[in-house]
């Protein structure tokens, strides 16, 4: 009788080593999938000094439709003013599509009071917004203006709101634009 009580003691202690295994795999996987993002990308937080200069296309933008397909949201826009780059009628852009909640949406349309806040001039700062798996990913309204830098759609300040074109980034960013070209 005491080998059998012995042997099922040591069948118990695996059984529990096997537990203590899985649960602690479990509670890691778990943990790595929920961790946020440890840096936003260089894209992310590039100078808007140095976007302006590195980007061969900057249009003032309306969104005129969206389309959602397979987790991602592709935006069509019609071009209202070429700020710098080659003509074009329409673009689109995709970004992930994301959940967010409704009565926290003001902070992915705002403005920034027209540019003005002077929040918004720092590095790393714009509507853009960065996933926990480290994707940026922007919204957009039918009927709303953008500022949308193509090349720079993941940058922090890439896909600015300008609905007033007396708004201080799209003036910033066309008078940079003009001086470069003299």
């Known amino acids: 009788m005491p080998n059998i009580t012995m042997e099922i003691n040591m069948i118990l202690n695996r059984l529990k080593s096997y537990a203590v295994i899985i649960v602690l795999s479990t509670c890691f996987i778990t943990a790595k999938e929920s961790e946020a993002c440890a840096a936003a990308s260089d894209e992310y937080m590039l100078n808007h000094e140095k976007m302006i200069q590195q980007s061969a296309d900057i249009y003032l933008v309306k969104a005129v439709s969206k389309k959602l397909e397979n987790k991602?949201?592709?935006t069509t826009f019609?071009?209202?003013d070429v700020v710098k780059g080659r003509e074009r009628k329409q673009l689109t852009i995709s970004f992930p599509a994301f959940e967010y909640d409704e009565k926290a949406?003001?902070?992915?349309?705002t403005d920034f009071s027209l540019h003005k806040d002077e929040k918004f001039w720092k590095d790393g700062v714009g509507r853009s917004q960065i996933l926990t798996n480290c994707e940026?990913?922007?919204?957009?309204r039918l009927g709303y203006?953008?500022?949308l830098f193509p090349k720079f759609k993941s940058n922090a300040k890439?896909?600015?709101?300008?609905?007033?074109?007396?708004d201080k980034w799209y003036q910033f960013v066309k008078e940079r634009v003009e001086a470069n070209v003299k």
Do not use: K, R, W
């Open 72 to 74: 991602i949201i592709t």
């Open 158 to 166: 890439g896909v600015e709101v300008i609905n007033d074109t007396s």
């Open 136 to 140: 940026t990913t922007a919204s957009f």
């Open 78 to 80: 019609n071009v209202l």
């Open 105 to 109: 949406s003001h902070q992915f349309m």
């Open 145 to 147: 203006g953008y500022l």
